[in-house]
């Protein structure tokens, strides 16, 4: 079962979404909030697998919350997955950098929201399918600071060439297709490669990909 806590400061927004989310076997809504205050104090009582929240918010916005849910040792499970009303803003590039796990527009068609929560628990992939590649390299294209203690010597050749699909959104079947591996095998790399570089998630393996200058950016 996904648990997951639900925060948007319009009521009726979060109805909808709720009622879609319950609608399905394995996921359960465990609490709602309307701004990023409430997000911390619901993912520290119930820690959920995911915070689905809004990016603007009263209070507290939902970069905030991200930034304190991500830095929170309790909530070292919790994901946050944003919701946003473009797929392209400066609201997204900041809510990567303080710990986004994923991002879903607001227009998403429903499918494609509980596809981008199910990939999310299961840590094999960055984005929802409506928000599109571009994004991560115009991301990774603005300045910001490298995450710390980050260190391409750690990885060997083999991690490096994985970190470089991973931050052109190749989920991890994909990148076992691309470099002829099993898909376990590409998993290992990944998590290794995390663990090796101090990424929370897939979202910060991105960040430091292009950083780091393994990964160009690309302007489209």
């Known amino acids: 079962m996904i648990r997951v806590v639900l925060v948007d400061d319009q009521p009726l927004i979060r109805t909808g979404i709720k009622a879609l989310l319950d609608g399905e076997e394995d996921i359960e809504v465990v609490a709602e ?26 209070i507290a916005d939902g970069i905030e919350a991200t930034r304190q849910i991500a830095t929170d040792e309790r909530l070292v499970d919790v994901r946050v997955v944003m919701l946003t009303n473009y797929g392209l803003d400066e609201y997204v590039f900041n809510s990567l950098r303080a710990g986004a796990a994923g991002f879903v527009v607001k227009d998403t068609e429903p499918d494609d929201l509980l596809q981008a929560l199910r990939v999310t ?7 929802s399918p409506a928000v599109t590649r571009r994004l991560i390299s115009e991301f990774a ?18 991690e490096r060439e994985v ?6 959104g190749l989920s991890n079947d994909e990148i076992a ?16 490669a995390m663990t090796k570089l101090g990424a929370r998630d897939r979202a910060q393996l991105v960040v430091f990909a292009y950083q780091s200058g393994l990964v160009a950016s690309r302007r489209a």
Not at 121 to 127: E, I
Request: aromatic share 0%; net charge negative; glycine share 6%.
């Open 33 to 58: 909030g309307a701004n990023g205050l409430e997000a911390v104090a619901l993912a520290v009582e119930h820690r959920p697998d995911i915070v689905l929240m809004d990016v603007q918010m009263p």
């Open 121 to 127: 628990v299961r840590g094999d992939a960055l984005l």
């Open 141 to 158: 294209a603005r300045p910001a600071d490298v995450l710390p203690g980050a260190d391409l010597d750690l990885l060997t050749s083999r």
């Open 163 to 168: 970190v470089g699909l991973v931050a052109h």
């Open 177 to 192: 297709e691309r470099m002829v591996l099993s898909p376990m095998t590409a998993k290992t790399h990944v998590s290794r």
